[in-house]
């Protein structure tokens, strides 16, 4: 059975920094492109970033302050979330697709379950 779980998530401050993990069972992550997205209440889902099975990183949304990484070792992606805002509040996903990096949440065939962040002070 093929399975993603996210973990990671909780409470920050503006201006903190949390580190999502995201770990999948039955596959090898770097067969497929993962992607983060994210969403936030009242919000369609939206890309955040992606990896693709070369490991080549595409970044969507405004990003320049996350870091998205993979330990084949460890069958584990990770995305490192800097200067973190208000607005980053959201439930965050991880998503695996068989073939390129795509920012179409829909193209995507497997998923976790998400994991919370919120950025209050």
């Known amino acids: 059975q093929l399975q993603l779980v996210e973990s990671g998530g909780g409470l920050v401050q503006p201006g903190g920094s949390l580190r999502l993990s995201c770990t999948a069972s039955?596959?090898?992550?770097?067969?497929?492109?993962i992607g983060w997205f994210r969403q936030a209440p009242g919000k369609e889902r939206e890309g955040v970033s992606c990896i693709s099975r070369s490991g080549g990183v595409t970044n969507y949304a405004d990003s320049g302050r996350f870091t998205f990484a993979r330990d084949n070792a460890k069958n584990t992606v990770y995305l490192q979330m800097n200067s973190l805002k208000p607005e980053d509040t959201a439930v965050y996903y991880c998503?695996?697709?068989?073939?390129?990096?795509?920012?179409?949440?829909?193209?995507?065939?497997?998923w976790g379950q998400g994991t919370q962040v919120t950025v209050s002070s």
């Open positions: 998503a695996a697709r068989s073939n390129w990096c795509r920012s179409n949440p829909g193209s995507y065939d497997y």
């Open positions: 039955g596959f090898t992550l770097d067969g497929y492109a």
